[in-house]
Structures are given as structure tokens and as C-alpha cells.
């Protein structure tokens, strides 16, 4: 069975950096489309960054510049290096993995917090 694990969430202080990563299984890694979305509470699920199979990325408006996704198809696994973070960032962060290249969520993650808060 299809298996995305996340880790690597926390709790940091504005403006400091975590990495997240997820380890799939049960998948033929390579050839899927990777995606990073969060939840905060009381808010709707947003997609925050996706790298396809040929890893090219995007990023939703509000991490531009800040984090970083990218992925080792010989582990299997993909990467959200998040730096500057913020308040606003806090949230549940959820891999997925698909093949539509704006929206990859068929198969998820079962979610990593991360609290950034002095």
C-alpha cells in the first residue's frame, strides 16, 4: 500500500528555518508529482509548493522566496526547506503525491505540525 510519512515539524522562532521531509512507499516515486500543503486551524487546506517528476517546482505567493522544495528519487523521499519563517505559518503540513501538476493530492501524508511562535 501507498505510504507517505512526514517529518521534521516543530516548534521555531520567527524568522528561524525548519526542513520537513517525506518518505514515500508502495509508489514508483520517480514518475510521480510531489506536493507540499498545509492547514492552520480554522483554514482551508492550501497547496504551499509542488515539484513534478522532471523537478520543476512552484510555489504558492506567500512562500516565494522562503522555502524550497525539492526531492532524492534515489531515497524516495521530498524535501520543504522552509527559512524566514513566520507566525502565519503555523500549521499542519501534509505530503502528497499525484499526477496533476497543479493539485498532486491523491495520496497524503498524515501530517507534520509546525508552530512558529516566540
Known amino acids: 500500500q501507498v505510504q507517505l510519512v512526514e517529518s521534521g515539524g516543530g516548534l521555531v522562532q520567527p524568522g528561524g528555518s525548519l526542513r520537513l521531509s517525506c518518505a514515500a512507499s508502495g509508489i514508483v516515486f520517480s514518475i510521480y508529482h510531489m506536493g507540499w500543503y498545509r492547514q492552520a486551524p480554522g483554514k482551508q487546506r492550501e497547496l504551499v509548493a509542488v515539484?513534478?517528476?522532471?523537478?520543476?517546482?512552484n510555489y504558492a505567493d506567500s512562500v516565494k522566496g522562503r522555502f524550497t522544495i525539492s526531492r532524492d528519487n534515489a531515497k524516495n523521499t521530498v524535501y520543504l526547506q522552509m527559512n524566514s519563517l513566520k507566525p502565519e505559518d503555523t500549521a499542519v503540513y501534509y505530503c502528497?503525491?499525484?499526477?496533476?501538476?497543479?493539485?498532486?493530492?491523491?495520496?497524503w501524508g498524515q501530517g507534520t505540525q509546525v508552530t512558529v511562535s516566540s
Open positions: 515539484i513534478t517528476s522532471g523537478a520543476n517546482t
Open positions: 502528497a503525491a499525484g499526477f496533476r501538476t497543479r493539485d498532486p493530492g491523491t495520496y
